[in-house]
């Protein structure tokens, strides 16, 4: 459609939300096959269904409690009583620092300090980093070296059992031990990956000594009970004369090198936990219980916690999106440079324009991530579409619900329409106040001279005679285009019968002789020629244009399509240009019967007044 109003359509300024998400979620890390933090998780049922208002406010619950999550983690540095260690002095600095800014109200005061940590601490973070790399590494090759053969046996079988229960890299008891204690990447070189034994090994022995010496002077560090029997195993092994070194250092590098890291590290690091913990509480006031039934089925399937429906993949996306553009205000410094995912991902999409058409078939979720695309200098979003065209019950139902999200909206009508003639743009507007009790604004450009083509209505149960009754219809479009088939369209609800009326068609004499062929548009994706007579599934039909539209049998729609029933055909009849025609199992369903007098019977042959 873009390329016949001559407007660029590329890869670059063109995308389809559903493909669009699948980059973003991966370009943030929100999934991957590790599971951390989260696994894709596909459903034919919807998680969410509200609209943008209670979006809004779900916004500020989750903005509150990560912030809250922040705090707390910052409340435990400030809590932290500091021996004679070498880094006393700078971390008691820390501390006064943090203090001052709890609790916290608002992300960017948080931003700006530890933007701060992040050059006066460099120089002690890696220092601290090495010195406590350098003894790990020795006394855990130390204690490699001197294992017994018995001791070896018995540890590699049971690494073997932890590998084979996880499934993955480590299992998930210690995943959710990392999760409660610190973030996984501070102790990076004590993860295992399950592929070397010895190297495993090495990193098992760093992190049971790690914690069990923490634990000596920690109260926030406890050694899980199923390592206490490789400690007490290894006990003739381990140098505890070297605990209360390890201790000083593992205690700056949990606490206080995450905040010395800079708040791109800190700050964005925790926006997934907290995710993860409010989907187990928050999350819980926004959605209905048939909802709250399906997220505890998906928080439940192991490893426990990491599935993530699609309606929230597009949620922790906009989390996502929201964070970045805070830090772009905040520190455009750091959000220029930093290789965080967030930031870097947020930095190559972000577009000083953006255009959302049929705006009305996304949810408000969706919306709202189109938008925080965006450039935050310019918050420039045109949203296009027609609310009456929507094609689900999951999107907006009025404009004025966008102001909650950007205040300063402007709505603007369109109210000429230049496709349509004035017969078929009343039906459409017939159905348009039977919805919403008022009239709406748009009128046909061009004058009703009362000659225009009118609909037909065929009503029969019986398949054939549909069939042949369309056949002759179509005839009698090629008679009246002068032997030239025109743009012609059938629509039907369901892919599985575009088959069966194609090749009925394709079959019937009238179409052979006049060497007319029917085609099935499978998914909407082949879309064919004008030159055939294309059958279409109506859900793939917006953005087309037809001189010719021919429904089928709209009284055998889904009870699920029911209560959207005069949008679908609404948005049919908005394809058609000059001729329409409906086809009925019965009768006219009763959402539909506004315009059902204006319709008839018989052929447009039999109107010897058209100028068509």
Known sequence: AMSDEKLDATSETVRVWDDHRIMLINSFGHINSKGKPFLNYKSAHPLFDFQMKKLVNLIGAFET???????????????????????????????????????????????????????????????IDKEYKDLMTGIANNIQSRLTDEDKVWLKSLLSERKNKGGSQITQEIEDDLDDEEDEDIFEDELEDGKKYEVDLNRVLKRLIRIDALSRIDKNTRLPKRDIPIIDRLKTYIQEDKYALIAEKAL?????????????????????????????????????????????????????????????????????????????????????????????????????????????????????????????????????????????NRGMTAWDDYKALFSKTEIHNLYKSYRQTPTLLNLASELYKNRYGRSPEFIAAAPS????????????????????????????LYVLYERIIPNIAIFVRDESSLVSIADSLNKHERMIDNNIVAMACRDGRDIGSAEKVRIFNIEYIKGMEFESVFFIDVDTYSAHDEHILDKLVYVGISRATYYLAITLMNKMPDILKPIEHLFREGGWLDDNDSDY
């Open 449 to 476: 001279i009362g000659k225009d083509p009118i609909p037909l209505i065929y009503s029969n149960p019986d398949f054939e005679e549909k069939i042949d009754w369309i056949a002759k219809r179509i005839e009698e």
């Open 65 to 127: 409690h990560y912030l809250n999550a922040l705090s707390a983690k910052l409340n435990k540095i400030i809590e932290l009583t500091l021996g004679n260690y070498e880094w006393k002095k700078s971390g008691e600095s820390i501390q006064r620092d943090i203090q001052n800014i709890i609790p916290l109200k608002t992300f960017e005061k948080l931003i700006l300090l530890l933007n701060g940590f992040s050059s006066s601490y460099q120089a002690l973070r890696l220092q």
């Open 252 to 392: 700056f590098i949990k606490y206080f090198k995450p905040v010395a890291l800079g708040a791109d590290r800190f700050v964005l690091n925790q926006l997934t936990k907290s995710y993860k913990d409010f989907r187990k509480t928050g999350l819980n006031k926004f959605i209905d219980a048939k909802s709250k039934k399906l997220l505890n089925d998906i928080i439940s399937i192991k490893p426990s916690n990491r599935r993530i429906h699609e309606d929230e993949q597009d949620l922790v996306i906009l989390f996502s999106l929201r964070i970045a553009r805070i830090f772009n205000n905040a520190t455009p410094t750091l959000f220029r440079d930093s290789d965080h995912p967030y930031l870097a991902t947020y930095r190559s999409t972000m577009k000083a324009i953006v255009a959302i058409d049929e705006a009305t078939d996304f949810t408000p979720i969706q919306i709202a991530c189109m938008s925080h695309l965006s450039h935050p200098r310019y918050n420039s979003v045109t949203l296009c579409g027609d609310i009456m065209q929507q094609m689900n």
